[in-house]
Nanobody
């Protein structure tokens, strides 16, 4: 089994930056893709960014140019660097790992951007 733990959320002013981390443990050799998602109050969870184990990356249009997803193999961690944050980025951010045919979720970390 794979376990995911997110960290790095917090309160930041608009224009500021945060760096989220997703630490994986367990049977990580079965992980093919890791993605970040977010869910704002009253809204559906939406995809933000994804990285494959071949280091291909993709971003949602809403964060392209501001967010960067990266992987640290030595630490079994996937990070999301978020710059130029906007109030509309406020949400709970979740990490998701594709493990074979199944998706595994972390518990989420709150990001709040004040105007």
């Amino acid at each position: 089994q794979v376990q995911l733990v997110e960290s790095g959320g917090g309160l930041v002013q608009a224009g500021g930056s945060l760096r989220l981390s997703c630490a994986a443990s367990g049977s990580i050799f079965n992980i093919s893709v890791v993605g970040w998602y977010r869910q704002a109050p009253g809204k559906q969870r939406e995809w933000v960014a994804v990285i494959t184990w071949g280091d291909s990356t993709k971003y949602a249009d809403s964060v392209k140019g501001r967010f960067t997803i990266s992987r640290d193999n030595a630490k079994n961690t996937v990070c999301l660097q978020m710059n130029s944050l906007k109030p509309e980025d406020t949400a709970v951010y979740y990490c998701n790992a594709q493990v074979g045919p199944k998706g595994v979720w972390g518990q989420g970390t709150q990001v709040t951007v004040s105007s």
